[in-house]
């Protein structure tokens, strides 16, 4: 098909298009439902972390650390954070999108075990060897879904959601220990200094439901969200519940939201929480 006759046929197909639009608006009256309504949420979110950093072995080296991160607050290491939700809706179906980036230094990390690339599991060490073990987590978690209304009574909303999350997080840890620690095999040693660092990206696909209940019929309500999912993780899921104050312009909303990630086997993200209380703001318009 010519250029010429492509764009006529494209032409023809957007004035059936705008015809059948038109006469649809004009067999139903306009109502709220009809128009996309937008919201944007920046907000705080304050987790205790707790994890295991379980870092490959690099090439060369014949042994690396096991790290656990137990981070009580994420104020005591947090050292810059940005974090804000979006959502579009038209009618029933919807869209969202949640952005998190962080960088944090735990003060807390400490070696476990050391792999010393046999493949069984890492020889554990006494915490009472480790003096000076603090690591760096850099990460950007983004998800993105799109929703349907199943249920929107006054008095509750539920939406069933389809989408994925995605994380990106390049990890450091600098260790010290009080002496260098022989491995199960001639010649292998974990030295007392040294650092590693290594990166990850994790992509997985999620599904979940969020809404809310109304108390009464004034202001107050109570927003929830779940999510399940899994990819390059061989399990994440999230979970949130709040109370909200409705205002003309949107609404105030203090939340417990928590977080876990593990990517299973010998990966470098093995058991990781984000637990902690929420605080946010939403514009509507």
Excluded: C, H
């Amino acid at each position: 098909m010519s250029f010429g006759k492509f764009s006529k046929a494209v032409i023809g197909i957007a004035g059936v298009l705008a015809l059948l639009m038109s006469a649809s608006a004009s067999a139903q009256s306009a109502s709220s439902a009809d128009k996309w309504k937008f919201s944007l949420t920046p907000y705080i979110w304050l987790p205790n972390i707790r994890g295991t950093l379980k870092y490959s072995v690099p090439p060369g080296s014949g042994s690396s650390p096991e790290v656990g991160i137990d981070a009580k607050g994420l104020l005591e290491s947090l050292d810059f954070a940005m974090m804000v939700t979006g959502e579009a809706r038209k009618g029933r179906w919807g869209a969202f999108t949640d952005v998190i980036y962080l960088d944090l230094s735990a003060g807390r990390a400490a070696v476990k075990g050391i792999d010393f690339n046999l493949g069984g599991r890492p020889l554990p060490i006494s915490s009472s060897i480790d003096v000076g073990t603090s690591s760096s987590v850099k990460g950007t978690m983004w998800t993105l879904a799109g929703s349907y209304a199943a249920v929107t009574d006054p008095a509750a909303t539920l939406d069933v959601l389809g989408g994925f999350r995605y994380l990106d997080v390049n990890a450091s840890t600098d260790w010290r220990l009080t002496a260098a620690v022989s491995g199960p095999g001639p010649g292998l040693v974990f030295p007392r200094f040294g650092s590693i660092s290594q990166s990850v990206d994790l992509w997985d696909a999620i599904v979940g439901v969020k809404g809310r209940a109304r108390l009464g019929t004034g202001k107050w309500s109570l927003p929830y969200y779940v999510d399940i999912g899994a990819g390059s993780s061989s399990l994440t899921y999230q979970g949130l519940v709040g109370v909200a104050y409705s205002f003309r312009w949107g609404e105030a909303t203090l939340a417990y939201r928590y977080l876990y990630y593990d990517q299973g086997d010998d990966k470098l993200i093995q058991n990781f929480t984000f637990a902690g209380p929420a605080l946010g703001v939403t514009f509507r318009f």
